[in-house]
């Protein structure tokens, strides 16, 4: 019997041929409406910071002490997420040491995020791992380290250290103690403390003696408005995009979308960069309003559980706990007999938040600070709050979340390393 011929040609030669083809190669050769994607991302502090320079100012007036060999006063930043508190003070840190060392002037500057390195002694080793990077000071103790420190000062150097999202400390009081006596016993150098907070309230809950050595001078940063917000996109956009490829309206648009959410120029950036990425994607060659629209649902989770991860541990806790009811409870049955889902009572929220914590071996906070973290929480707009009314026994506070129970207590889970 003879067997059918088997046609070797086009097709096969084509599919072998897309075989051979390197899967970025298509991804290389399309057409993108960016120059650079990273100077349109929250993380590119560019060297001019509009609508800050009076901050600028008033933070490279404090640290200037240290360019004639004396002690800089300590300095605390707060304000909501995205009003330009880190960027304006890399700015200042990055003028600071390439002056300096223009000059050959013996100032040292240490960025530490927090969240990361959350307790004094992460804190001074990753600063002396700096300082010494020849060293090994892996199983050393704070007290070892912190001499270490105080030696490499000793010799005359100014050590600036920017503590970012300064909240996340645990023993806070105890390291900007330790830093402050430490100031007191140096005769030549010098150690200069700024601390960087999201949380408005933060400062309030600060030992007396940490409040007076930490907050020598005070910036709280305000919100961007919507003129300003634009003025913001439209220098980003000239270096990030191709001439042309973002229209006005849209600018106009995502400064008006992060002026109401909430004055957040990172929500403005991210709107844009992800409806660049969008146009991209459907090889438009230029962004408008419809890609802006489109990005904003993706931004808007970015952005709040980007949130949700800045915020102290103990605040995680009570919104894991409003999470997790909000999954479990049967929907709330008034009196009239109408019903609603997600409503929870404040006092069973903290019955709840006290077994996790328990659970979990955390400190437990009292009610009165309870009530605070919640007042926190609604002022971030991750939860609604009112106080019961017609239809429901009795007076107490009504407490909803803002947003998906699953995809936060998933979050949170992960954050605080308890799933």
Excluded at 63 to 70: A, V, W
Excluded at 156 to 172: H, M, R
Excluded at 218 to 233: M, R
Excluded at 292 to 312: H, R, Y
């Amino acid at each position: 019997m003879e067997l059918p011929a088997i046609d070797m040609g086009e097709n096969f030669l084509s599919e072998s041929a897309r075989a051979s083809e390197n899967i970025f190669d298509s991804q290389f050769a399309r057409e993108t409406i960016f120059i650079d994607r990273n100077l349109i991302t929250p993380h590119y502090t560019p060297r001019v910071l509009p609508f800050r320079e009076p901050y600028i100012t008033k933070i490279s007036s404090v640290l200037s002490q240290t360019l004639h060999g004396k002690k800089a006063d300590n300095i605390f930043i707060y304000g909501k997420t995205g009003t330009g508190k880190t960027s304006v003070t890399k700015h200042v840190m990055q003028q600071l040491l390439e002056f300096s060392s223009a000059k050959n002037i013996p100032i040292t500057g240490n960025y530490v995020n927090c969240r990361n390195h959350n307790s004094k002694y992460r804190i001074l080793i990753k600063v002396v791992k700096e300082l010494f990077p020849e060293e090994n000071f892996l199983g050393f103790s704070a007290a070892f380290v912190y001499e270490k420190l105080l030696d490499y000062a000793r010799k005359g150097n100014q050590l600036v250290i920017v503590l970012d999202e300064i909240d996340k400390v645990k023993d806070l009081d105890e390291l900007v103690y330790g830093l402050t006596r430490g100031n007191d016993e140096l005769e030549k150098g010098g150690i200069c403390v700024i601390g960087i907070s999201n949380n408005l309230m933060f400062k309030d809950r600060l030992d007396p003696r940490t409040k007076s050595s930490l907050c020598d001078h005070e910036l709280i940063f305000p919100p961007y408005n919507a003129q300003e917000l634009v003025e913001i996109l439209e220098q980003r956009t000239k270096l990030a995009f191709k001439p042309g490829t973002v229209e006005n309206s849209a600018i106009n648009l995502a400064s008006a979308i992060a002026a109401q959410e909430s004055g957040d120029a990172r929500t403005a950036v991210m709107l844009l960069l992800r409806a660049g990425e969008i146009a991209d994607h459907k090889g438009l060659g230029k962004v408008s309003d419809e890609e802006v629209k489109k990005a904003k649902k993706q931004v808007e989770e970015e952005i709040i559980f980007n949130m949700v991860s800045t915020l102290p541990e103990q605040q995680q806790l009570v919104l894991f706990s409003i999470a997790s009811l909000a999954l479990e409870k049967k929907p709330m049955q008034k009196i009239t007999g109408e019903t609603e889902e997600g409503i929870l009572f404040s006092g069973e929220i903290y019955d709840e938040y006290c077994k996790i914590s328990k659970k979990f071996k955390e400190t437990t906070v009292t009610a009165r600070w309870y009530r605070q973290y919640i007042s926190e929480l609604e002022m971030y707009g991750l939860i609604y709050t009112t106080n019961s009314g017609k239809g429901i026994k009795g007076q107490t506070r009504l407490i909803k979340l803002g947003y998906d129970a699953g995809k936060m207590k998933s979050l949170i889970e992960k954050e605080l390393s308890i799933a």
